[in-house]
């Protein structure tokens, strides 16, 4: 399974972006889909899942309300709407799967960057 993010950039406090994650391979063998975020000096942390059989999704705390997780099945993408972004959503957002070939994989992509400036 192969995962390109796009979308990131800079944007004001309180603006809006879409992050899109393009997913090739073997599709078929993800389970769950999801965005992660690493700040410098962090750790990388998970913001939002979402799983491929019932759709139910996950947020962390800190962007629930404001982030929305969605895929588009046709396509194999995955997109994060990030809406009133604020300075400490600053961070490298990177596209993450999860499921199994054999034995279970969890696999990120390369990463774009999002800057909000306050």
């Known amino acids: 399974v192969q995962l390109v993010e796009s979308g990131g950039g800079l944007v004001q406090a309180g603006g809006s972006l879409r992050l899109t994650c393009a997913v090739s391979g073997s599709t078929f063998t993800i389970s769950t889909m999801g965005w992660g975020r690493q700040a410098p000096g962090k750790q990388r942390e998970l913001v939002a899942v979402i799983t491929i059989g019932d759709g139910i999704t996950n947020y962390a705390d800190s962007v629930k309300g404001r982030f929305t997780i969605s895929r588009d099945n046709a396509r194999n993408t995955m997109y994060l709407q990030m809406n009133s972004l604020k300075s400490e959503d600053t961070a490298v957002y990177y596209c993450?799967?999860?499921?199994?070939?054999?034995?279970?994989?969890?696999?990120w992509g390369q990463g774009t960057q999002v800057t909000v400036s306050s």
């Open positions: 993450n799967v999860r499921g199994r070939i054999g034995g279970r994989y969890d696999y």
